[in-house]
């Protein structure tokens, strides 16, 4: 039962073009938002957070948006580069248990 | 900075023999999990634990053993191999911040 929601599935953008990956969650004890990037036979590494008391958070190149009436959050990735390639996993986090529950992921391949 | 090593990086098993995933982490972290990875299906739960000597069953927690002795060690055992449990295994710990550090993963294959 998945109770965090992504897509696109994939994604192919130019380099250059803005991509945009939406998830959406269905628990409101959520505090937590965090997308993760995972490049072929690595492990997921974290790319940027944010906490449903803000509603957009930039870091560089990537943004998040975040609808707290709406369950949705997303991620920008402006500027795109083919280095970008890879798989984006977003996640929402809650409880007392404080364990992430993940999108299926999103995966991201950038042309040159 | 070792952050959370996993060993082996790769491991085929015969159907129905048993074997541990190690993880270790030096980060001094409360809480570590263990999460198995599928094609389309996202990273899914296994079991975790918010403390030495505490663990608790995630989202597919059937036909794997965990303990936590110690802060640093949470291994995964597998007590039957089976074909489905074929997957990247990966383990990862956090503070209760949320932000998460993953292993480099343990791809498994059960022939």
């Known amino acids: 039962q998945q109770q965090v929601k992504q897509s696109p599935q994939s994604l192919i953008v130019q380099k250059g073009g803005i991509s945009i990956i939406n998830c959406a969650y269905e628990?409101?004890?959520?505090?937590?938002f965090p997308w993760y990037q995972q490049f072929p036979g690595k492990g997921p590494a974290l790319l940027i957070a944010?906490?449903?008391?803000?509603s957009e958070k930039k870091e560089g190149r990537f943004t998040i948006s975040f609808n707290k009436s709406a369950k949705q959050f997303s991620l920008h990735i402006m500027d795109s580069q083919p280095g970008d390639s890879a798989t984006y996993f977003c996640?929402?986090?809650?409880?007392?248990?404080?364990?992430?529950?993940f999108g299926s992921g999103t995966q991201l391949t950038v042309l040159p | 900075n070792a952050g959370v090593t996993q060993t082996p990086k790769f491991q085929v098993l015969k159907t129905g023999q048993s074997m541990t995933l190690q993880c270790a982490q030096d980060?001094?972290?409360?809480?570590m999990s263990w999460y198995r990875q599928d094609p389309g299906m996202g990273l899914r739960l296994i079991h975790y634990?918010?403390?030495?000597?505490?663990?608790d069953q995630g989202e597919v927690p059937n036909g794997y053993n965990v303990s936590r002795s110690t802060t640093e060690d949470f291994p995964l055992r597998l007590l039957s191999a089976a074909p489905s449990q074929t997957s990247v295994y990966f383990c990862?710990?956090?503070?209760?911040?949320?932000?998460?550090?993953f292993g480099q993963g343990t791809r498994l294959t059960v022939v």
């Open positions: 990862a710990s956090s503070q209760s911040t949320g932000k998460a550090f």
């Open positions: 628990n409101t004890a959520f505090d937590y």
């Open positions: 944010i906490r449903p008391d803000v």
């Open positions: 996640a929402s986090l809650g409880g007392s248990a404080r364990q992430l529950t």
């Open positions: 980060m001094n972290h409360e809480y």
């Open positions: 634990s918010v403390g030495a000597g505490i663990t």
